[in-house]
Protein backbone atom coordinates (compact mmCIF):
# COMPACT_ATOMS: atom_id res chain seq x y z
CA UNK A 1 0.00 0.00 0.00
CA UNK A 2 1.23 3.26 -1.07
CA UNK A 3 1.34 5.56 1.93
CA UNK A 4 1.05 9.29 0.52
CA UNK A 5 1.16 11.41 4.19
CA UNK A 6 3.87 13.95 4.20
CA UNK A 7 4.82 14.04 7.75
CA UNK A 8 6.45 17.71 7.31
CA UNK A 9 2.98 18.94 6.11
CA UNK A 10 0.96 17.00 8.83
CA UNK A 11 3.34 18.85 11.53
CA UNK A 12 1.96 21.87 10.21
CA UNK A 13 -1.10 21.12 10.96
CA UNK A 14 -0.82 19.69 14.27
CA UNK A 15 0.77 22.65 15.24
CA UNK A 16 -2.25 24.70 14.63
CA UNK A 17 -5.33 22.15 15.26
CA UNK A 18 -6.75 24.14 18.64
CA UNK A 19 -7.61 27.02 16.52
CA UNK A 20 -9.87 25.14 14.30
CA UNK A 21 -13.43 26.58 15.46
CA UNK A 22 -11.97 29.71 15.96
CA UNK A 23 -13.22 32.08 13.00
CA UNK A 24 -10.22 34.46 13.55
CA UNK A 25 -7.66 32.39 13.76
CA UNK A 26 -5.00 30.78 11.86
CA UNK A 27 -7.99 28.65 9.97
CA UNK A 28 -9.93 31.98 9.09
CA UNK A 29 -9.54 31.49 5.70
CA UNK A 30 -11.72 28.30 5.10
CA UNK A 31 -14.21 29.78 7.70
CA UNK A 32 -14.25 32.95 5.36
CA UNK A 33 -14.65 30.70 2.03
CA UNK A 34 -16.64 27.49 3.78
CA UNK A 35 -20.13 28.86 2.69
CA UNK A 36 -19.19 29.12 -0.86
CA UNK A 37 -17.11 25.40 -0.54
CA UNK A 38 -20.54 24.33 1.15
CA UNK A 39 -22.95 25.95 -1.53
CA UNK A 40 -20.42 24.13 -4.37
CA UNK A 41 -20.85 21.06 -2.36
CA UNK A 42 -24.49 20.63 -1.32
CA UNK A 43 -25.26 21.22 -5.05
CA UNK A 44 -23.00 19.20 -6.92
CA UNK A 45 -24.40 16.47 -4.08
CA UNK A 46 -27.76 17.37 -5.07
CA UNK A 47 -27.97 17.28 -8.61
CA UNK A 48 -25.89 13.84 -8.80
CA UNK A 49 -27.82 12.14 -6.07
CA UNK A 50 -31.37 13.55 -6.79
CA UNK A 51 -31.92 15.46 -3.67
CA UNK A 52 -34.16 18.58 -3.15
CA UNK A 53 -32.34 20.71 -0.81
CA UNK A 54 -34.02 22.79 1.19
CA UNK A 55 -36.18 19.47 2.31
CA UNK A 56 -35.60 18.18 5.86
CA UNK A 57 -32.36 15.73 5.87
CA UNK A 58 -31.83 16.23 2.00
CA UNK A 59 -28.51 13.72 2.14
CA UNK A 60 -30.38 11.59 4.05
CA UNK A 61 -28.83 7.55 3.17
CA UNK A 62 -25.52 8.95 2.08
CA UNK A 63 -22.60 7.79 3.10
CA UNK A 64 -19.98 10.88 2.97
CA UNK A 65 -16.23 10.34 3.57
CA UNK A 66 -14.74 14.12 4.55
CA UNK A 67 -10.76 13.62 4.28
CA UNK A 68 -8.61 16.14 6.16
CA UNK A 69 -11.43 16.85 7.94
CA UNK A 70 -9.39 18.80 10.27
CA UNK A 71 -11.94 20.24 12.90
CA UNK A 72 -15.04 19.07 11.10
CA UNK A 73 -15.86 22.44 9.08
CA UNK A 74 -17.26 20.71 6.55
CA UNK A 75 -17.99 16.94 8.64
CA UNK A 76 -20.82 19.01 11.05
CA UNK A 77 -22.70 20.40 8.01
CA UNK A 78 -22.87 17.37 6.30
CA UNK A 79 -24.43 15.66 9.24
CA UNK A 80 -27.29 18.12 9.98
CA UNK A 81 -28.14 17.81 5.99
CA UNK A 82 -28.65 13.87 6.96
CA UNK A 83 -25.82 11.98 5.83
CA UNK A 84 -23.69 9.43 7.22
CA UNK A 85 -20.31 11.11 7.55
CA UNK A 86 -16.83 9.82 8.39
CA UNK A 87 -14.21 12.21 8.42
CA UNK A 88 -10.67 11.37 8.56
CA UNK A 89 -7.64 13.77 9.63
CA UNK A 90 -3.73 12.23 9.12
CA UNK A 91 -3.44 14.75 11.83
CA UNK A 92 -4.04 12.99 14.96
CA UNK A 93 -4.12 16.13 17.33
CA UNK A 94 -6.96 17.48 14.95
CA UNK A 95 -9.36 14.32 15.87
CA UNK A 96 -10.11 15.16 19.47
CA UNK A 97 -10.70 18.60 18.93
CA UNK A 98 -13.65 17.44 16.01
CA UNK A 99 -14.89 14.95 18.12
CA UNK A 100 -15.34 17.55 21.02
CA UNK A 101 -17.07 20.27 18.97
CA UNK A 102 -19.32 17.59 17.32
CA UNK A 103 -20.53 16.46 20.96
CA UNK A 104 -21.44 20.05 21.53
CA UNK A 105 -23.16 20.34 18.33
CA UNK A 106 -25.24 17.16 18.85
CA UNK A 107 -23.91 15.67 16.31
CA UNK A 108 -22.98 12.03 15.41
CA UNK A 109 -19.80 11.82 13.04
CA UNK A 110 -17.65 9.02 12.89
CA UNK A 111 -14.25 10.69 13.05
CA UNK A 112 -10.72 8.72 12.68
CA UNK A 113 -7.07 9.27 12.63
CA UNK A 114 -6.43 7.55 9.70
CA UNK A 115 -5.46 8.00 5.38
CA UNK A 116 -7.33 7.68 2.58
CA UNK A 117 -5.35 4.66 1.39
CA UNK A 118 -5.50 2.56 5.04
CA UNK A 119 -9.26 3.29 4.37
CA UNK A 120 -9.31 2.01 0.82
CA UNK A 121 -7.05 -0.84 1.89
CA UNK A 122 -9.84 -1.88 4.54
CA UNK A 123 -12.81 -1.83 1.69
CA UNK A 124 -14.73 1.32 2.80
CA UNK A 125 -16.71 3.07 0.75
CA UNK A 126 -18.54 5.79 0.19
CA UNK A 127 -21.65 7.82 -1.61
CA UNK A 128 -19.02 11.01 -1.82
CA UNK A 129 -15.46 11.83 -1.05
CA UNK A 130 -14.95 15.51 -0.04
CA UNK A 131 -11.25 15.81 -1.01
CA UNK A 132 -11.04 19.68 0.19
CA UNK A 133 -7.31 21.66 -0.06
CA UNK A 134 -5.55 18.32 0.73
CA UNK A 135 -4.31 17.26 -2.39
CA UNK A 136 -1.30 20.23 -2.35
CA UNK A 137 -0.28 18.35 0.37
CA UNK A 138 0.22 14.92 0.06
CA UNK A 139 3.40 13.65 -1.29
CA UNK A 140 2.12 11.75 -4.30
CA UNK A 141 -0.90 13.00 -5.27
CA UNK A 142 -1.75 10.33 -8.21
CA UNK A 143 -1.46 7.67 -5.89
CA UNK A 144 -3.50 9.37 -3.43
CA UNK A 145 -6.32 10.84 -5.74
CA UNK A 146 -6.42 6.93 -6.99
CA UNK A 147 -7.15 5.96 -3.08
CA UNK A 148 -9.83 8.64 -2.94
CA UNK A 149 -11.14 6.69 -6.63
CA UNK A 150 -11.44 3.10 -4.78
CA UNK A 151 -13.07 4.71 -1.67
CA UNK A 152 -15.84 5.65 -4.53
CA UNK A 153 -18.48 3.38 -4.33
CA UNK A 154 -19.72 2.70 -8.84
CA UNK A 155 -21.00 6.04 -9.94
CA UNK A 156 -19.78 7.43 -6.58
CA UNK A 157 -19.06 11.27 -6.64
CA UNK A 158 -15.59 13.10 -6.08
CA UNK A 159 -15.09 16.74 -4.80
CA UNK A 160 -11.47 18.04 -4.69
CA UNK A 161 -10.50 21.91 -4.55
CA UNK A 162 -7.11 22.73 -4.97
CA UNK A 163 -4.82 26.12 -5.67
CA UNK A 164 -4.16 26.53 -9.06
CA UNK A 165 0.19 27.12 -9.65
CA UNK A 166 1.18 29.79 -11.50
CA UNK A 167 2.39 33.74 -10.38
CA UNK A 168 -0.95 35.19 -9.16
CA UNK A 169 -1.20 32.14 -7.39
CA UNK A 170 2.25 32.87 -5.34
CA UNK A 171 1.42 36.50 -5.09
CA UNK A 172 -2.13 35.71 -3.44
CA UNK A 173 -2.41 32.63 -1.55
CA UNK A 174 1.35 32.43 -0.39
CA UNK A 175 2.40 36.24 -0.09
CA UNK A 176 -1.02 37.70 0.23
CA UNK A 177 -2.18 35.10 2.78
CA UNK A 178 0.60 34.16 4.79
CA UNK A 179 3.04 37.65 5.08
CA UNK A 180 0.76 40.35 4.00
CA UNK A 181 -3.02 39.30 6.15
CA UNK A 182 -1.09 36.62 8.15
CA UNK A 183 -4.05 34.39 7.90
CA UNK A 184 -1.76 31.48 7.81
CA UNK A 185 1.08 30.65 9.34
CA UNK A 186 4.25 31.30 7.10
CA UNK A 187 5.15 28.56 5.43
CA UNK A 188 1.41 26.47 5.33
CA UNK A 189 1.90 25.96 1.35
CA UNK A 190 4.35 25.11 -0.58
CA UNK A 191 4.09 26.96 -4.40
CA UNK A 192 6.27 23.88 -5.75
CA UNK A 193 3.07 21.83 -4.83
CA UNK A 194 -0.08 24.12 -6.23
CA UNK A 195 -1.52 22.00 -9.26
CA UNK A 196 -3.13 23.73 -12.31
CA UNK A 197 -7.00 22.33 -13.12
CA UNK A 198 -5.29 20.65 -16.34
CA UNK A 199 -2.63 18.63 -14.23
CA UNK A 200 -5.87 17.69 -11.74
CA UNK A 201 -8.23 16.76 -14.58
CA UNK A 202 -5.14 14.58 -16.17
CA UNK A 203 -4.41 13.17 -12.82
CA UNK A 204 -8.05 12.41 -11.88
CA UNK A 205 -8.89 10.35 -15.66
CA UNK A 206 -5.07 8.66 -14.51
CA UNK A 207 -6.39 7.43 -11.59
CA UNK A 208 -9.45 6.10 -13.07
CA UNK A 209 -11.91 9.11 -12.16
CA UNK A 210 -14.35 11.07 -14.56
CA UNK A 211 -13.80 14.56 -14.25
CA UNK A 212 -17.55 16.38 -14.66
CA UNK A 213 -16.73 20.10 -13.65
CA UNK A 214 -14.64 22.74 -12.23
CA UNK A 215 -15.21 26.03 -10.73
CA UNK A 216 -12.85 28.78 -9.25
CA UNK A 217 -13.23 30.59 -5.74
CA UNK A 218 -12.55 34.34 -5.77
CA UNK A 219 -12.06 36.39 -3.66
CA UNK A 220 -13.16 39.73 -3.87
CA UNK A 221 -11.24 42.07 -1.46
CA UNK A 222 -13.52 45.00 -1.42
CA UNK A 223 -16.64 43.55 -0.73
CA UNK A 224 -14.36 41.07 1.80
CA UNK A 225 -16.53 37.92 0.36
CA UNK A 226 -15.75 34.31 -1.82
CA UNK A 227 -17.81 33.74 -4.76
CA UNK A 228 -17.74 31.06 -7.33
CA UNK A 229 -17.16 31.83 -10.78
CA UNK A 230 -17.32 30.32 -14.01
CA UNK A 231 -14.32 31.46 -15.58
CA UNK A 232 -11.54 32.14 -13.10
CA UNK A 233 -10.08 28.92 -11.65
CA UNK A 234 -6.60 31.28 -11.82
CA UNK A 235 -6.12 31.03 -7.83
CA UNK A 236 -8.43 28.50 -5.46
CA UNK A 237 -10.56 26.43 -7.23
CA UNK A 238 -12.83 22.71 -7.13
CA UNK A 239 -13.66 20.24 -9.11
CA UNK A 240 -16.62 17.25 -9.14
CA UNK A 241 -15.89 13.77 -11.16
CA UNK A 242 -17.20 10.37 -11.04
CA UNK A 243 -16.41 7.13 -10.40
CA UNK A 244 -16.83 4.02 -12.84
CA UNK A 245 -19.99 2.87 -12.93
CA UNK A 246 -18.35 -0.55 -12.13
CA UNK A 247 -15.97 -2.12 -9.62
CA UNK A 248 -14.31 0.76 -7.84
CA UNK A 249 -11.18 -0.92 -7.40
CA UNK A 250 -11.24 -2.24 -11.00
Known amino acids: MTVTVDAGEIAKFEAMAAEWWDPDGKFKPLHMMNSVRLDYICTQIAGEFDRTLGSERPFAGLRILDIGCGGGLLSEPMARLGAEVVGVDAAER ?4 AE ?4 QSGLAIDYRHTTAEAMAAAGERFDVVLNMEVVEHV ?14 KPG ?10 NPKSFAMAIVGAEYVMRWLPKGTHEWSKFITPDELYDLMARAGLTPVDRKGYVFNPVSWKWS ?7 VNYVTAALAPHGPSDA
Request: proline content about 5%; aromatic content about 2%; hydrophobic content about 40%.
Open 100 to 103: AHAR
Open 156 to 165: GLHLCSTINR
Open 94 to 97: NIPV
Open 139 to 152: ADPLAYLTACRQLL
Open 228 to 234: ISDRDLS
